[in-house]
């Protein structure tokens, strides 16, 4: 069996964590490259996140440092959420340096892709401001690549302002390149996120499943994204989860813009599930998820890990 290479971008971030464990740990999966983009917390921070985890799941993947800051607008972090570091709650070895190369995020992902002799899929699981400068530097990649399957956005409320998913207001501008890239797009948003719910029986049964069900035990009892009593929230795990198991999904095929300009709505997804704009699809977004099979799905996964 082939496995489907992919590229990750991403700002760890507790439930980034989470994603990049099941993904670095199945066997469908060859990631490529990771990169790091401003997100959750600093460029430095979730860099630094980044090569902390691969130490710990013993893992060899290069990765680059990407966009510091969003195209245009300031930043913003969420370290509310995940705490000072991005990742608190774990007293994590420190990190092989090595991995990191010394070449930008968007030039690494532009080598990785042309290079290739398969089409790679992208995974951004953050703000998309690497993504958007990739396609305006080198839209030569756009031939080699065969999807996007990103979290972030939402069919209706936000989780950062009233409409707003944060990792789409982090960076708007950058949404709305990638949104009108013409490449295939599949949209994993808050939608499906609040039903992909890890409970604390289930929090319970990971801290003893093993060295990395212990790790993510410790980071879901300091992450704020939801309640620890009422089930967490797995995000970023959604994105991974419909790269290998998309009938969990349900999906529908519409069209999806980015509100730039709007005083209270700025960094919104404008998903039209009825078409009133008349404009030609260029989204799959995931709109329910089986919260049942996830839950299952999710678990057999961790235990795939060290």
């Known amino acids: 069996m082939s496995r489907k290479p992919i590229i990750i971008d991403t700002d760890p971030g507790i439930d ?63 370290s509310n959420v995940h705490g000072e570091t991005g990742m608190d709650g774990y007293d994590f070895e420190e990190p092989d340096e090595s991995l990191l190369l010394d070449e930008h995020a968007v030039n690494a992902m532009h080598k990785e892709i ?78 499906v996120g609040q039903k992909a719910l890890v409970y604390p029986e289930d929090s319970e049964e990971l801290k003893d499943m093993n060295d990395t069900g212990n790790m993510i035990y410790h980071l879901f009892k300091k992450y704020r994204g939801g309640s620890f009593n009422k089930g967490l929230k797995m995000y970023d795990s959604c994105a991974v989860a419909y790269l290998l198991k998309p009938n969990l999904f349900e999906t529908v095929d519409t069209y999806v813009d980015i509100e730039l300009n709007a005083e209270f709505t700025k960094g919104a997804t404008i998903v039209d599930l009825k078409g009133y704009l008349k404009q030609q699809n260029n989204a799959k977004v995931c709109i329910d998820i089986d919260a049942d099979e996830f839950k299952k799905w999710f678990m057999e996964n961790i235990k795939k890990c060290k």
């Not at 980034?16 to 993904?23: E, K, M, S």
């Not at 400068?133 to 990103?150: C, D, H, R, T």
């Not at 990792?167 to 013409?182: H, W």
Request: hydrophobic share 50%; proline share 6%.
């Open 16 to 78: 980034d964590a989470v994603a990049l464990a099941i993904a670095l740990f199945n066997e469908e999966l060859d990631v490529r490259l990771i990169t790091t983009v401003n997100g959750n917390v600093g460029l430095e921070k979730v860099t630094y996140n980044t090569l902390r985890l691969l130490k710990f799941f013993d893992k060899q993947i290069p990765v680059a440092k990407g966009a510091s800051t969003p195209l245009i607008k300031d930043p913003v972090d969420a």
């Open 114 to 191: 042309m290079n290739s002799q398969e089409k790679i899929t992208l995974v951004p699981i953050g703000p998309l401001t690497n993504i958007a400068v990739l396609f305006k530097l080198y839209p030569e990649v756009k031939e080699n690549i065969a999807e996007i399957v990103l979290m972030g956005g939402s069919t209706g409320r936000g989780n950062v302002t009233v409409m707003a998913e944060f990792n789409i207001y982090a960076d708007p501008e950058a949404a709305k390149i990638v949104f009108s890239s013409g490449l295939p797009i599949v949209m994993a948003g808050l939608d």
